[in-house]
Nanobody, 121 residues
């Protein structure tokens, strides 16, 4: 069974920093993308940042310039460094991966359970 295990959420004051980490527990036949999405109160889930196997990075508009994503392909981990946090960054942050569990399964999207980030003003 594949699980994405997140850590690093919490409460921080505006202007502060947090670092989120996500590790894949279990094994997958192949992974093409890892990254982070978030969902704020009464909002739709939105892209924060993703990184592909060949290090192509895509940032959501809210993250660009303040957040940095990094990935360790060998360890199947992905990290999100968040700086200059704002109250509007308050959300549940979800680790994400796209890949194949085994050679018999098609490519699918897999999600962690989420970690809460709260930014106080």
């Amino acid at each position: 069974q594949v699980q994405l295990v997140e850590s690093g959420g919490g409460l921080v004051e505006a202007g502060g920093s947090l670092r989120l980490s996500c590790a894949l527990s279990g094994s997958m036949f192949s992974i093409s993308v890892m990254g982070w999405y978030r969902q704020g109160p009464a909002k739709q889930r939105e892209l924060v940042a993703t990184v592909t196997n060949d290090a192509n990075i895509n940032y959501g508009d809210s993250a660009r310039g303040r957040f940095t994503i990094s990935r360790d392909n060998a360890k199947n981990t992905v990290t999100l460094q968040m700086n200059s946090l704002k109250p509007e960054d308050t959300a549940e942050y979800f680790c994400y991966t796209r890949g194949r569990i085994n050679v018999l399964r098609p490519t699918g999207d897999y999600w962690g359970q989420g970690t809460q980030v709260t930014v106080s003003s």
